[in-house]
């Protein structure tokens, strides 16, 4: 028996923003962001729009690709930072716009580790016969929480949803192992106060230095490179499966360099390693499952292949899951 993705479904605000149009009131260039960090563009959530919304879109898709529809759920874990409200919980405004009532619906705060943890989260639920069929969501939308005049920053984040449909079922296909880790020592490597994506959108915050995300960049990336490294190896161990063995690595779109060194130390040629950053930008808990939704579009990922997801992010907090597809 195992806990299987079935079907994904992502969506996006309606705004993409160039580099070129940053260049406009930033120090900054396209040539810059892109070659220290492999972005293009990214969305941008409006005053207007939800992100909930955007999360239910994602929601939906994946649903009817699933052929099964809200009324089928046994629970929805979304992995997200930007809810609207401190609470109710961003699960729960998801669970109303899809008309599942009843059925537990719940947040895992991990930042850009966020689907990593909520995958592992309904595997282990499944594996103790608590649910059958899950609706996993990454969910953010941190370009709300930039300090826009932080180059250094405000530069990285785009929002976004992506979604899967779990279902435990006989058979060999399905997540093998899971590895998650964190450490709150290091929590002020990424960090931001208490404040929602709401307020920003609705500008009653001006996001400067004190209310803005703040980030030690060059720090950030050695650890992320090491901890993504070895979470990669010690999944794989667990799983009992060779790293050459892996057929793609669907990893969290933080910054082309990282994604490439982690790959390098692993031994991973570029052909097995899945990058969308250069449209989307870090989209923190949506960029796993975004990138998982369009690595099926494009034909990367094959019944029984060896797909490995890994992330770090806020927190600290990294992980890995390892999935016979
Ligand atoms: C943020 C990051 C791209 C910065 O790259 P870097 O090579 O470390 O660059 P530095 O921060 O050392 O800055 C180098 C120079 O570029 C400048 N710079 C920073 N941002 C810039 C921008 N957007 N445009 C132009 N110049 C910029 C800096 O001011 C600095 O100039 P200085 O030396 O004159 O002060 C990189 O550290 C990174 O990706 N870290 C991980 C961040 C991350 O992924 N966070 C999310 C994890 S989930």
């Not at 919304?53 to 089928?72: H, N, P, Q, V, Y």
């Not at 649910?131 to 929002?159: I, P």
């Amino acid at each position: 028996m195992g806990s299987r993705i079935v079907a994904t479904g992502r969506a996006l605000p309606r705004t993409s923003v160039t580099n070129h149009e940053l260049e406009r009131f930033m120090e900054t260039s396209d040539e810059w962001i892109r070659s220290r960090t492999g972005i293009g563009c990214r969305y941008t959530l409006r005053s207007g729009e939800e992100l909930a919304e955007i999360a239910t879109e994602a929601s939906r898709s994946a649903l009817s690709r699933a052929g099964m529809t809200a009324a089928d759920l046994d629970a929805i874990i979304v992995g997200t930072v930007s809810s609207e409200f401190a609470f109710p919980s961003f699960a729960c405004q998801v669970q109303t716009r899809l008309g599942a009532d009843s059925i537990p619906a719940y947040d895992v705060a991990a930042a850009c580790s966020g689907f990593i943890y909520a995958l592992s989260v309904a595997d282990a639920h499944m594996r103790a016969g608590d649910f059958k069929k899950v609706l996993l969501v990454g969910a953010d939308a941190l370009s709300t929480f930039v300090d826009w005049s932080d180059r250094r920053t405000s530069v990285l984040f785009g929002d976004g949803a992506g979604a899967a449909v779990m279902v435990f079922e006989p058979g060999s296909r399905g997540v093998l192992a899971s590895l998650l880790h964190s450490s709150g020592k290091h929590w002020d490597l990424l960090s931001l106060r208490a404040t929602g994506v709401r307020a920003t959108l609705d500008s009653e915050i001006r996001r400067d230095g004190t209310d803005a995300i703040k980030m030690k960049g060059p720090e950030l990336f050695k650890i992320a490179v090491k901890s993504m490294e070895e979470v990669s190896r010690r999944v794989a161990e667990r799983a009992g499966i060779k790293l050459e063995d892996v057929s793609l690595v669907v990893g969290h779109q933080a910054n082309q360099r990282i994604i490439s060194a982690v790959a390098d130390r692993l031994g991973l040629p570029a052909e097995k390693v899945f990058m969308n950053i250069e449209r989307y930008g870090n989209t923190s808990a949506g960029s796993v499952p975004i990138a998982l939704d369009e690595a099926l579009e494009q034909g990367r990922i094959h019944d029984n292949d060896l797909v490995m997801l890994n992330a770090c992010g806020g927190g600290l907090t990294w992980g890995a899951n390892l999935l016979r597809w």
